[in-house]
């Protein structure tokens, strides 16, 4: 089989090791949250890693582009849902800032690889 190209980017494998971050945090959360605000911000982060997977494989950087905005926009979610799950008292601030400087980094990742894309098309 050949090797897919998503596997050889860094911020796909940044974000599936955030994927585990937040798998780890939302683990402690209450079980009342499991359908709730847990599976929401595993969605969105898992959605990161996958939206850059399958735009890799897009037939051109328009495409690819698209996806990544997908990806932006559920980094975004995840920040929203970390900042729910701050209120809530369900995550301390040092495990916030934490993942929130994860999730910064992943953004501004995104929004560098979108900026090269349309440059190059």
């Known amino acids: 089989m050949k090797e897919q190209k998503f596997r050889k980017l860094t911020i796909w494998n940044k974000a599936m090791s955030f994927i585990e971050d937040i798998y780890k945090i939302t683990n402690k959360f209450p079980t009342n949250e499991i359908y709730g605000l847990t599976s929401q911000l595993r969605r969105a982060a898992t959605s990161i ?12 950087d328009n495409e690819f582009n698209r996806f990544l905005s997908i990806s932006l926009r559920s980094s975004y979610e995840v920040m929203c849902g970390l900042e729910i799950a701050k209120r809530l008292n369900y995550l301390n ?29």
């Open 49 to 60: 890693a996958l939206n850059i997977a399958e735009g890799s494989g897009a037939g051109s």
């Open 93 to 121: 601030e040092r495990d916030i800032s934490c993942l929130i400087e994860k999730s910064d980094e992943i953004s501004a990742m995104i929004s560098g690889l979108k900026k090269k894309l349309k440059a190059d098309s």
